[in-house]
């Protein structure tokens, strides 16, 4: 619905007994402050052969006043009803381009002014970059000229990017898009007398759904959608816009690789009350490019139907791509257990092709014995075909030969073994200009980037060759260790240049371009500055311990400048985690992360308090393992605690932590995390939770990676829900969280019964609930003011409590 505009305020609950204040909003030390408001460093875009590199600089946050702006919440969608767009983007405010090989920088000209850019995408050739402008009454569409460096306003009509920019390239001169067919004046006015009462009703049909936010809840809002979704496809060349076909809400436009057909989704009504715009009833269209109807595909029912539990899915056609090796073949996947994983069949998904002109059958290519998660097309002998089960956490990848129909299995893994990871093929352009596999050695192997490269002595990311006949890899080249270094683009796979991203503790990230043959010196293409100098000489460590059961444990121990443990004995310490499920202990207990990345700072980071003087363990592990032939949650909450007593004990006996003195945090599922711990032990001073979810019956068909059901099992859901032991928390506890949260499952009304229960009980809780914010919050003021409360909590709870 249409947000109605209030004064921005924060309704904030004392931190007394008393009742509420009504405060202005606050600042947090400068310090603090000064971390949160750094203007990052811009964000890279490099062309396939490294000759141009476009900076794209940010603001780092926007005002509340701008998140004040006009909003309306339908279909799972935030729209700003004024410019038939996304209401809350992160733009773009301006561009720089430079040459790689000079060195040269240039200003691009003609960018509108204030600048608010997004969905950028490099033209075929390269030689031009197109970007949309986000305008408070419309959205427009800008094209930069590489050889003149300027930026020129291409379209007629307003775009509508309400469902995603959907905007692609056809070739060097040609442009699709979308525009609004009416104004937002015509949109539809809410009558004072409804028609009558909003009625749903299910007649014996199975529907479990997800607690999804912002979902279609009268017949006003399935008019708003449909206006504000309906869009017109146009064709943009040289300026002149044509339409195509008629005006439809368009889920998704795609070309074939020969740019002579497009693969169209479009919704259809009726619109769910239960799921989000993406489960609508849709329709799956094969199209000429003037919008003449080819093959209708599928005709697909709203996702309602979707049966819960993970790896089950519709009993429908899903996944319609098309094959990036050839010239317009489509491929889509179906089940062969009627969607549900538990049936015992030998393969659970078959998929299907239809080449151009479509009018022949499909023709199945090959089956699953997991559920398909998609496929890597490469050459007419070589794709690779994941499949995977999220119960089992298990991976297999798979080598296809499109020739012979052959499927020759090349590794399966555990999702979780971080350390058996090979990384991703290297990809390049074919004659399509599609991204595809490309296999080197006169075919034989594969190039394999693992930008993390997980190892027992931290992330060392790799490229290695993949043998296909004796399915190992050869590392080719590593990260040295002392520092964290990932190859972002294989510029030329056969010469072996690469470009990299370089960091240290003490080198801010900057961007390389790295010859593995000629093993010249790497050129610098980049050269950006430390934007956090505060930061200079506070110590970051990878630490190690274990729990009480023997599960190796790691966490990110930040220390303040110029910290001497003689000196200054035992800190106040900051533990802030996001809990885990393992079904592998050994999985658990791998290294994860690098003690060698530079210290980089987001809103939602804790390390802000290692400039207060408290000790901060980031990233403490906290996993949650399959035990004794129970499945992980079952131990839950036995699991939490012995998590944190072993990081507790390790701080301490470290000599850097006061194990009196120890505070608690965590955002989303981390939160859910802090209230439960708070609940179950006495181990913390003070908890801060932000954005979580307290009472699981309120996501009763499963949340994380848990799919039972609570009817399944009601006693699961009690036990761990922090709700349900609300009085037993006594242990100071900050709830913060955004009035407009649109994640599944956290609805704010969690944080405020919880507030109410402790309060009830006569627990100490402060409860501030941020204008405008959303599951991730993006407010200027807000921010400052959520960290000024979290310092003011810590100080008085912590650092300075008895």
């Given at each position: 619905?249409?947000?109605?505009?209030?004064?921005?305020?924060?309704?904030?609950?004392?931190?007394?007994?008393?009742?509420?204040?009504?405060?202005?909003?606050?600042?947090?030390?400068?310090?603090?402050?000064?971390?949160?408001?750094?203007?990052?460093?811009?964000?890279?875009?490099?062309?396939?052969?490294?000759?141009?590199?476009?900076?794209?600089?940010?603001?780092?946050?926007?005002?509340?006043?701008?998140?004040?702006?006009?909003?309306?919440?339908?279909?799972?969608?935030?729209?700003?009803?004024?410019?038939?767009?996304?209401?809350?983007?992160?733009?773009?405010?301006?561009?720089?381009?430079?040459?790689?090989?000079?060195?040269?920088?240039?200003?691009?000209?003609?960018?509108?002014?204030?600048?608010?850019?997004?969905?950028?995408?490099?033209?075929?050739?390269?030689?031009?970059?197109?970007?949309?402008?986000?305008?408070?009454?419309?959205?427009?569409?800008?094209?930069?000229?590489?050889?003149?460096?300027?930026?020129?306003?291409?379209?007629?009509?307003?775009?509508?990017?309400?469902?995603?920019?959907?905007?692609?390239?056809?070739?060097?001169?040609?442009?699709?898009?979308?525009?609004?067919?009416?104004?937002?004046?015509?949109?539809?006015?809410?009558?004072?007398?409804?028609?009558?009462?909003?009625?749903?009703?299910?007649?014996?049909?199975?529907?479990?759904?997800?607690?999804?936010?912002?979902?279609?809840?009268?017949?006003?809002?399935?008019?708003?959608?449909?206006?504000?979704?309906?869009?017109?496809?146009?064709?943009?060349?040289?300026?002149?816009?044509?339409?195509?076909?008629?005006?439809?809400?368009?889920?998704?436009?795609?070309?074939?690789?020969?740019?002579?057909?497009?693969?169209?989704?479009?919704?259809?009504?009726?619109?769910?009350?239960?799921?989000?715009?993406?489960?609508?009833?849709?329709?799956?269209?094969?199209?000429?490019?003037?919008?003449?109807?080819?093959?209708?595909?599928?005709?697909?029912?709203?996702?309602?139907?979707?049966?819960?539990?993970?790896?089950?899915?519709?009993?429908?056609?899903?996944?319609?791509?098309?094959?990036?090796?050839?010239?317009?073949?489509?491929?889509?996947?179906?089940?062969?257990?009627?969607?549900?994983?538990?049936?015992?069949?030998?393969?659970?998904?078959?998929?299907?092709?239809?080449?151009?002109?479509?009018?022949?059958?499909?023709?199945?290519?090959?089956?699953?014995?997991?559920?398909?998660?998609?496929?890597?097309?490469?050459?007419?002998?070589?794709?690779?075909?994941?499949?995977?089960?999220?119960?089992?956490?298990?991976?297999?990848v798979s080598r296809y030969n499109p020739s012979?129909?052959?499927?020759?299995?090349?590794?399966?893994?555990?999702?979780?073994?971080?350390?058996?990871?090979?990384?991703?093929?290297?990809?390049?352009?074919?004659?399509?200009?599609?991204?595809?596999?490309?296999?080197?050695?006169?075919?034989?192997?594969?190039?394999?980037?693992?930008?993390?490269?997980?190892?027992?002595?931290?992330?060392?990311?790799?490229?290695?060759?993949?043998?296909?006949?004796?399915?190992?890899?050869?590392?080719?080249?590593?990260?040295?260790?002392?520092?964290?270094?990932?190859?972002?683009?294989?510029?030329?796979?056969?010469?072996?240049?690469?470009?990299?991203?370089?960091?240290?503790?003490?080198?801010?990230?900057?961007?390389?371009?790295?010859?593995?043959?000629?093993?010249?010196?790497?050129?610098?293409?980049?050269?950006?500055?430390?934007?956090?100098?505060?930061?200079?000489?506070?110590?970051?460590?990878?630490i190690s311990y274990k729990r009480a059961d023997?599960?190796?444990?790691?966490?990110?121990?930040?220390?303040?400048?110029?910290?001497?443990?003689?000196?200054?004995?035992?800190?106040?310490?900051?533990?802030?985690?996001?809990?885990?499920?393992?079904?592998?202990?050994?999985?658990?207990?791998?290294?994860?992360?690098?003690?060698?990345?530079?210290?980089?700072?987001?809103?939602?980071?804790?390390?802000?308090?290692?400039?207060?003087?408290?000790?901060?363990?980031?990233?403490?592990?906290?996993?949650?393992?399959?035990?004794?032939?129970?499945?992980?949650?079952?131990?839950?909450?036995?699991?939490?605690?012995?998590?944190?007593?072993?990081?507790?004990?390790?701080?301490?006996?470290?000599?850097?932590?006061?194990?009196n003195r120890v505070a608690v945090g965590g955002?989303?599922?981390?939160?859910?995390?802090?209230?439960?711990?708070?609940?179950?032990?006495?181990?913390?001073?003070?908890?801060?939770?932000?954005?979580?979810?307290?009472?699981?019956?309120?996501?009763?068909?499963?949340?994380?990676?848990?799919?039972?059901?609570?009817?399944?099992?009601?006693?699961?859901?009690?036990?761990?829900?922090?709700?349900?032991?609300?009085?037993?928390?006594?242990?100071?506890?900050?709830?913060?969280?955004?009035?407009?949260?649109?994640?599944?499952?956290?609805?704010?009304?969690?944080?405020?019964?919880?507030?109410?229960?402790?309060?009830?009980?006569?627990?100490?809780?402060?409860?501030?609930?941020?204008?405008?914010?959303?599951?991730?919050?993006?407010?200027?003021?807000?921010?400052?003011?959520?960290?000024?409360?979290?310092?003011?909590?810590?100080?008085?709870?912590?650092?300075?409590?008895?």
């Amino acid at each position: 619905m249409k947000r109605i505009l209030l004064p921005v305020l924060l309704l904030l609950i004392a931190f007394e007994i008393k009742a509420q204040d009504a405060i202005s909003y606050q600042t947090p030390p400068k310090e603090i402050a000064d971390l949160l408001l750094a203007k990052p460093t811009p964000t890279v875009s490099i062309s396939s052969k490294a000759e141009w590199i476009l900076l794209a600089d940010h603001t780092s946050y926007p005002s509340v006043a701008e998140l004040a702006m006009p909003e309306m919440r339908i279909a799972g969608l935030r729209i700003n009803p004024e410019n038939f767009a996304p209401s809350r983007q992160n733009f773009i405010n301006n561009f720089t381009l430079k040459n790689i090989k000079s060195g040269q920088s240039f200003t691009v000209t003609g960018l509108p002014q204030p600048l608010r850019a997004g969905n950028m995408s490099w033209s075929p050739n390269e030689k031009r970059i197109l970007f949309t402008q986000t305008n408070p009454k419309g959205v427009d569409l800008y094209v930069i000229d590489i050889a003149t460096k300027k930026a020129i306003k291409v379209n007629k009509g307003q775009l509508n990017v309400v469902l995603g920019s959907g905007i692609a390239w056809v070739d060097d001169q040609e442009i699709l898009y979308h525009t609004i067919i009416k104004t937002a004046k015509m949109a539809p006015q809410k009558s004072l007398m409804p028609k009558g009462p909003t009625i749903q009703q299910n007649l014996g049909k199975t529907a479990p759904s997800a607690t999804f936010e912002d979902l279609i809840k009268s017949p006003y809002d399935e008019q708003l959608f449909e206006f504000y979704a309906t869009s017109q496809l146009v064709e943009n060349k040289g300026g002149v816009e044509t339409k195509i076909g008629k005006p439809a809400i368009y889920d998704n436009v795609s070309l074939s690789p020969d740019k002579k057909y497009m693969m169209l989704r479009t919704i259809r009504k009726p619109f769910s009350y239960l799921v989000t715009a993406g489960g609508f009833p849709s329709t799956v269209t094969i199209t000429d490019l003037k919008g003449k109807v080819v093959k209708v595909l599928a005709e697909l029912p709203s996702a309602e139907g979707r049966p819960s539990g993970n790896d089950n899915t519709q009993n429908i056609d899903r996944d319609f791509n098309w094959r990036g090796d050839e010239a317009a073949t489509v491929t889509w996947c179906h089940p062969l257990d009627s969607g549900l994983i538990k049936k015992k069949v030998e393969f659970h998904d078959a998929v299907y092709a239809l080449n151009a002109p479509f009018n022949g059958e499909a023709k199945q290519l090959f089956k699953t014995n997991m559920r398909y998660r998609g496929t890597q097309w490469g050459t007419n002998t070589l794709a690779l075909v994941t499949e995977a089960s999220r119960a089992r956490q298990t991976e297999k990848v798979s080598r296809y030969n499109p020739s012979t129909g052959s499927l020759e299995k090349l590794y399966e893994r555990n999702e979780t073994d971080a350390y058996t990871n090979p990384g991703a093929a290297v990809t390049a352009k074919n004659k399509f200009g599609r991204m595809v596999i490309y296999p080197v050695d006169n075919g034989t192997k594969l190039l394999m980037n693992n930008a993390v490269g997980s190892s027992p002595k931290g992330d060392l990311p790799f490229l290695a060759k993949f043998d296909l006949s004796t399915k190992q890899n050869e590392i080719l080249w590593r990260c040295s260790e002392g520092y964290y270094e990932n190859v972002v683009d294989v510029i030329d796979p056969d010469k072996l240049v690469l470009l990299t991203r370089k960091e240290s503790q003490t080198e801010v990230p900057n961007y390389y371009i790295k010859n593995l043959i000629l093993k010249m010196a790497d050129v610098p293409v980049t050269d950006f500055k430390n934007p956090y100098p505060q930061l200079v000489g506070v110590s970051k460590q990878k630490i190690s311990y274990k729990r009480a059961d023997g599960v190796d444990l790691t966490g990110d121990l930040y220390l303040p400048k110029g910290y001497n443990k003689a000196k200054d004995g035992p800190l106040p310490v900051l533990i802030w985690a996001y809990p885990r499920e393992f079904n592998s202990a050994a999985d658990a207990a791998q290294i994860r992360g690098s003690q060698n990345r530079f210290i980089t700072i987001s809103w939602a980071s804790p390390i802000f308090w290692v400039t207060q003087g408290y000790a901060i363990l980031d990233n403490a592990e906290m996993p949650i393992v399959a035990k004794d032939g129970k499945r992980p949650n079952d131990t839950f909450v036995e699991q939490l605690k012995m998590n944190a007593e072993a990081a507790i004990n390790k701080l301490a006996d470290m000599g850097v932590g006061d194990r009196n003195r120890v505070a608690v945090g965590g955002h989303s599922y981390g939160a859910f995390m802090t209230a439960n711990l708070l609940a179950h032990t006495n181990l913390f001073k003070a908890g801060i939770a932000r954005s979580g979810a307290y009472n699981r019956t309120l996501t009763p068909f499963g949340f994380q990676n848990e799919d039972r059901t609570y009817w399944d099992d009601p006693k699961l859901y009690y036990d761990m829900s922090p709700f349900s032991f609300a009085d037993k928390i006594k242990t100071p506890i900050l709830l913060i969280h955004g009035d407009a949260d649109d994640n599944s499952g956290t609805f704010p009304i969690n944080s405020e019964r919880l507030f109410a229960a402790i309060k009830g009980y006569g627990g100490t809780v402060r409860f501030v609930f941020l204008p405008y914010e959303a599951h991730s919050y993006r407010g200027k003021e807000n921010l400052l003011h959520m960290l000024w409360e979290m310092n003011q909590w810590l100080d008085k709870y912590v650092k300075n409590g008895k």
